[in-house]
């Protein structure tokens, strides 16, 4: 079986770094991905680290630790557009969200 | 590309009916999932077809619960009879596997809010 695990909530202000954690218990383990989901719409796809590393997209990285079944995504220079629940993804099992406040 | 297509966007019936679910995967795409998210338990996959087979259905909850993918740009979810407990955002979603588990993105669909009375 696979088990994701995340905080619950996150809270931080426009233009800082916010980094969001997720640790894994899992059985034939490929890969990390990363979705967001804001209120009312659908998880779209952000990052995936398929090997140990950072990986990086804009104002988005995410990293994985195999050796630890552990993985983080950053958001740097955070908007308030990015308020919104961020999952953890092994496949098709999904951690259980964090949601994150940007404050004014 | 008109991403996932998903019908009805909501639907609200009564405790007992049949409730038929509709998905349009991305054309191109092998791989479609349906998932079931609520706030007690969060996104959960409820089935998962590669190449119109199904191949991992542990999560459906019961046999109440059914789907089936008789072509690539098509599949039903089917609840049978609904109960209130069913009530949920119920997302498919599709990808483009290059090898079976390859964990491709998925591109979700708008979701079926469903409310069962």
């Known amino acids: 079986g696979q088990s994701l695990e995340q905080p619950s909530e996150v809270t931080a202000v426009e233009g800082a770094i916010v980094q969001i954690n997720c640790t894994y218990q899992?059985?034939?383990?490929?890969?990390l991905s990363w979705y967001q989901q804001h209120d009312g719409g659908a998880p779209t796809f952000l990052s995936y680290?398929?090997?140990?590393g950072l990986e990086e997209t804009g104002r988005f990285s995410s990293f994985l630790s195999r050796s630890d079944s552990y993985g983080y995504l950053l958001l740097q220079e955070l908007q308030m557009k990015d308020s919104a629940s961020y999952f953890c993804?092994?496949?098709?099992?999904f951690g259980p969200g964090t949601r994150l406040s940007v404050l004014p | 590309d008109a991403g996932v297509i998903q019908s009805p966007r909501h639907e609200v019936t009564e405790m007992g009916q049949e409730v038929t679910l509709r998905c349009k995967p991305i054309?191109?795409?092998?791989?479609l999932f349906w998932y079931r998210q609520t706030m007690m338990r969060g996104l959960e996959l409820l089935i998962y077809?590669?190449?119109?087979?199904?191949?991992?259905d542990s999560g459906m909850p019961e046999d109440r619960f059914s789907a089936k993918m008789p072509n690539a740009s098509f599949s039903t979810l089917k609840i049978q009879p609904s109960e209130p407990r069913d009530s949920a955002v119920y997302f498919c979603?599709?990808?483009?596997?290059?090898?079976?588990?390859?964990?491709?993105?998925?591109?979700f669909g708008p979701g079926t809010r469903l409310l069962v009375l």
């Open positions: 979603a599709s990808s483009l596997e290059r090898g079976l588990g390859s964990q491709e993105t998925q591109y």
């Open positions: 899992t059985s034939g383990f490929y890969g």
């Open positions: 680290n398929g090997l140990d």
């Open positions: 993804a092994a496949f098709f099992v």
């Open positions: 054309s191109g795409h092998n791989s």
């Open positions: 077809f590669n190449n119109n087979v199904p191949i991992d």
